[in-house]
Every structure is written in C-alpha cells, then in structure tokens.
C-alpha cells in the first residue's frame, strides 16, 4: 500500500539512520525534504542533529 510520507515517517527513517549510521540515506533524505510540505521543524531539528554525528 502505497503512503505519502508525514514528517512522522521521516522522523522514523531519519532516526534509523542515525542509529545505524547510513549516512548515503541521511544525504538522499536531505535532499528530498525541501520539496516535501508536512515536514516539521523537529525532523529538521534531527536531520541537523545526524549530519553533527557524522
């Protein structure tokens, strides 16, 4: 079943990546988030919070 991703999905995704430091998927994440809408200021927040690990 196909879903539009919220910022909920992204948080998730974003902290796995953290987790498992896949930094390749954090860069393609980067990138996609601009052009998505529902994204809140916290997935920001943890998208800057994984590239200061990395």
Same mark, same amino acid.
């Given at each position: 079943?196909?879903?539009? !991703?919220? %910022?909920? &999905?992204? %948080?998730?995704?974003?902290?796995?990546c953290? =987790?498992?430091?896949?930094?390749?998927? =954090?860069? @393609? =994440? @980067?990138? %996609?988030?601009?052009?998505? !809408? #529902? &994204?809140?200021i %916290?997935?920001?927040?943890?998208?800057?919070? !994984?590239? !200061?690990? #990395?």
């Amino acid at each position: 079943m196909p879903l539009k !991703a919220d %910022g909920s &999905v992204w %948080g998730a995704l974003l902290s796995a990546c953290k =987790i498992h430091e896949n930094e390749t998927m =954090i860069e @393609r =994440i @980067r990138q %996609g988030l601009p052009n998505n !809408a #529902g &994204v809140s200021i %916290g997935t920001y927040a943890l998208l800057s919070n !994984a590239f !200061a690990l #990395g």
